[in-house]
């Protein structure tokens, strides 16, 4: 008998929650924020920062670290090597956050694996920074669940930020202002 009713109060449970791993997924996702900047400005040809996005690279640390703390994990595109380094901009745009706060970039993604670059977030918890390609931003945001169709990043636009978490593991996209007018000069 009592066997019985552990089998039926098990069932009623089972039926009130048919995808208990969705419950596990959903509070794992609200213990995530996945903050997204550009890289900084650049000069009409080349891989670098301009000195302008030198000096943006340089007053981030305190920016991100006023709006977000010092982020758990930092992302940028695969950097390439040889001849052509399309992605140094954002190895660069990060560079002064990690270096100030020792933390690891990473570079294993594909500037345009926005379906990788979305799983391997969603698996972690705690703030990831991505600095990434403006172009290729609005399908990774996607790829994480964001459904809007409208997604652009402006081709001038250095100082935006958006930010995406997941209360009750919906995806939520908001948007920030870095609020930064770094100098065009190079006093160095």
């Known amino acids: 008998m009592k066997r019985a009713v552990v089998v ?41 920062l301009n000195c302008q996005g030198l000096n943006r690279a340089m007053q981030l640390p ?21 001849e052509s ?24 993604h594909q500037e345009r694996d926005s379906v990788q670059v979305a799983a391997d977030f969603k698996a972690k918890k705690g703030t990831i920074l991505m600095v990434w390609e403006h172009k290729a931003i609005a399908s990774i945001v996607r790829s994480l669940g964001v459904d809007d169709k409208n997604l652009r990043w402006p081709d001038s636009d250095f100082d935006s930020i958006w930010i995406i978490t997941f209360p009750k593991g919906v995806p939520t996209l908001t948007k920030d202002k870095q609020g930064l007018k770094p100098s ?5």
């Open 62 to 82: 305190a920016v991100i670290y006023a709006k977000f703390g010092i982020p758990d994990y930092v992302y940028v595109p695969e950097l390439g090597l040889g």
């Open 184 to 188: 065009a000069d190079c006093h160095f």
């Open 8 to 48: 039926i109060i098990s069932l009623i449970v089972l039926f009130m929650h048919p995808d208990p791993g969705f419950t596990q997924s959903a509070h794992k996702l609200e213990k995530l924020k996945i903050v997204i900047i550009r890289h900084g400005e650049k000069p009409p040809q080349g891989d670098n």
């Open 85 to 108: 380094t399309q992605h140094a901009r954002m190895f660069q745009t990060v560079l002064p956050l990690a270096a100030k706060y020792n933390l690891t970039v990473n570079t294993v």
